[in-house]
């Protein structure tokens, strides 16, 4: 593949997976926009791997208080880490059965085309600023109740509408319930873990199954670091900025790409 592409790929996944504008959208209207073709089964499963491994970097101090925790539950100890991992995992399930049901039917491009992503990333920026707004900040992630993590994770089914945002929308629950601007980004972050797993997963076992003959190990390589580094960098961004400014910003952009959306599409 064109070096240009793999880097218009690997730097709109990192950049993007982790803020509230939803990566896939731009993931879509990326090689159109550019002209280019659909990216390979090889550069998704990469490019989600390298933002796999940005989150679990940024937040390796979540991810050992977690594994730490799970090991508490063998002598029957609560820990703030193992109830985190408890939060998550009431939180995962919904999109895991939503995607595979999707998955299965073969329906995983139902809601692709541009006007849908358009008009998602209009009507979703509106409960963000909304719930950011006038959201009250009373608990922090370790202290979620269990039913409240539940309802983050059946809010993050309408990421599979490219244009919602999975880290939009799950942010916003967050905020919804009482968490804190940068403790629902963290949140939102760490549910991310299970979903980009389960999707490389998935992704991979397709490329295994029906081969990729249009990327080679080093293009997916390279997309791999090049994404990494960007998710990186977007969530040290990410971590810093809306606790200062809030996601005004991310709301505005939305309604922008939105509105251009429109406009190319008449």
């Known amino acids: 593949m064109p070096l240009s592409q793999l880097l218009l790929l690997a730097l709109v996944q990192g ?50 208080d977690v594994a730490l925790g799970k090991l508490a539950w063998l002598s029957g100890r609560m820990t703030p880490g193992g109830r ?13 059965i939503a995607a595979g049901a999707l998955y299965l039917t073969g329906q995983t491009d139902l809601f692709r085309s541009p006007l849908i992503i358009g008009i998602a990333t209009l009507v979703f920026a509106v409960p963000l600023w909304a719930a950011d707004r006038y959201g009250r900040t009373h ?60 999707f490389a997963l998935v992704a991979g076992l397709d490329l295994a199954q029906g081969g990729d003959g249009t990327a080679s190990l080093a293009d997916g390589l390279i997309v791999a670091v090049l994404s990494f580094l960007a998710a990186w960098a977007s969530i040290a961004v990410m971590m810093r900025f809306v606790e200062r400014v809030g996601f005004l910003p991310f709301v505005v952009y939305r309604l922008i790409l939105a509105g251009l959306i429109f406009w190319l599409l008449v």
Not at 84 to 94: F, R, W
Not at 191 to 196: C, D, G, H, N, S
């Open 15 to 64: 950049l993007t997976e982790f803020l509230p504008v939803s990566s896939s959208a731009h993931l879509i209207l990326a090689p159109i926009a550019a002209g280019l073709e659909d990216q390979s089964p090889l550069i998704d499963v990469m490019a989600h791997g390298g933002s796999l491994m940005a989150v679990l970097v940024y937040f390796w101090r979540d991810i050992r």
């Open 84 to 96: 985190l991992a408890l939060l998550v995992g009431a939180a995962t399930p919904p999109i895991i």
């Open 139 to 198: 608990v922090t992630a370790e202290t979620l109740g269990y039913g409240s993590a539940f309802l983050i994770g059946m809010v993050q089914v309408f990421a599979l509408i490219p244009g919602a945002s999975r880290s939009g929308v799950t942010m916003t629950a967050g905020r919804a319930l009482g968490l804190g601007r940068s403790e629902s980004a963290r949140f939102s972050m760490l549910m991310a873990i299970p979903v980009i797993a389960a």
